[in-house]
């Protein structure tokens, strides 16, 4: 049961797992908010071993439905609201969906597994937010860090990784938790810098950076964080944490450049049209300067490293949002809430 799988990291999660698994029935667990979209996902729709259940983490009795009718015997938690600004300007959906939600799949599960938990897995994907904020000498984020969680959305996600540990702990539920840092690919949505920065120069409009664009972030092409979901499924060890990250550290302003040479490129454009779109706004409040993740422990014990460098990660992502306007302008323009009426023949409230 894969929740939040109609997201941007959980619909690769889904995607890659129904492919490569056709004898296991993959379930995405998904409330639909504005965040979710299963156009995401309309090409495992014909898959046999795929079906949505549009359901919310927080409603113990759906998810408890969901665990028996379809036998779950694995939970890959990814609902959450993600996005930090955000959670700046509306701090309490965070707690509910991420700190009472986990919460609720914690609850829910123990009770239906009970003592019954040989092969099962309730794992949960974090952030390396949780970590707090490196200074630019600092060594990276490693399993042994301390929490120091400083925004609304971190904190958020801090306090759902302690109910798991809690749970693993007091009830012997059989739990890992993964701390990935920031991913880019495909199907994110565009209130995220990245696919922002490709679709405002495809606007022309202003390319809003906070602050001076100095701080740092640890890029990783989303297939490979679903790679490493999939190996940690199937290989990682219960009680566990692991760190995921691209080891490709890079500025918000480095980033913003190779962003707009890549798409002025495939637009036609010359060299530099672009710069002139570069706006400094004002800062994030309480930005985290920089993130790092250490990812030598899932190296080192379960032979992950990711796959995708950076330049090539960019241009399959440019090239993508580029060849799939259509999902850029259905997303932007709130367009996208529509399929799920089509297919599922009533409306999203
Ligand atoms: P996203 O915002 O794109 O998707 C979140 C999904 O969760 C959406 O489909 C949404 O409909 C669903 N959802 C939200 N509330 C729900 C609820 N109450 N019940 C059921 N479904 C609900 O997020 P994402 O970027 O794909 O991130 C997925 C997970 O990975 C999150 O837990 C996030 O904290 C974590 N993470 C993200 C990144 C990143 O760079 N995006 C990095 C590390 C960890
Ligand atoms: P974001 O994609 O929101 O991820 P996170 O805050 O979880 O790291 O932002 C990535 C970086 O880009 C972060 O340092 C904030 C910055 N940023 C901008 O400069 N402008 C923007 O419009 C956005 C959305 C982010």
Request: glycine share 10%.
């Amino acid at each position: 049961m894969v929740t939040g799988g109609a997201g941007f990291i959980g619909s690769h999660v889904a995607r890659r797992l129904t492919r490569r698994y056709p004898n296991v029935k993959v379930i995405v667990f998904d409330s639909l908010t504005y965040a979710g979209n299963i156009g995401n996902l309309t090409d495992i729709d014909g898959q046999t071993n795929y079906r949505f259940v549009h359901g919310d983490i927080t409603d113990g009795a759906a998810v408890e439905n969901t665990i028996r009718e379809y036998g779950v015997d694995c939970i890959v938690n990814l609902a959450a609201e993600s996005h930090v600004d955000r959670s700046i300007t509306d701090p309490l959906i965070f707690a509910r969906t991420n700190v009472l939600g986990t919460l609720t799949l914690l609850h829910t599960a123990c009770m239906v597994w009970g003592d019954d938990t040989g092969g099962k897995l309730f794992y949960h994907i974090s952030t390396d937010e949780v970590f707090g904020s490196l200074g630019f000498g600092d060594g990276p984020f490693n399993e042994e860090t301390r929490y120091a969680p400083r925004s609304p959305y971190s904190a958020s996600k801090a306090s759902s990784d302690h109910f798991v540990r809690a749970f693993g702990e007091t009830y012997g539920l059989p739990v890992i938790i993964s701390n990935c840092s920031n991913n880019y690919g495909p199907y994110q949505f565009p209130e995220k810098l990245i696919p922002l920065v490709i679709n405002n120069i495809r606007n022309e409009q202003p390319i809003p950076v906070y602050g001076t664009g100095e701080n740092v972030r640890d890029w990783l092409f989303v297939e490979d964080h679903a790679a490493a979901i999939d190996l940690i499924i199937h290989r990682g060890r219960p009680g566990e944490t692991y760190n995921i990250g691209g080891g490709c550290e890079l500025n918000n302003l480095q980033l913003v450049k190779k962003l707009i040479n890549l798409t002025d490129r495939i637009l036609g454009r010359p060299e530099g049209a672009s710069d002139g779109l570069v706006t400094f706004v004002r800062d994030r409040s309480g930005h985290d300067l920089r993130y790092a993740i250490d990812h030598t422990k899932i190296t080192s014990e379960l032979g992950w490293r990711p796959s995708t460098g950076l330049d090539e990660g960019l241009a399959k992502t440019v090239d993508w949002y580029m060849e799939n306007t259509g999902w850029l302008e259905s997303v932007t323009s709130g367009r996208y809430r529509e399929y799920y009426d089509r297919q599922y023949g009533n409306k999203l409230t």
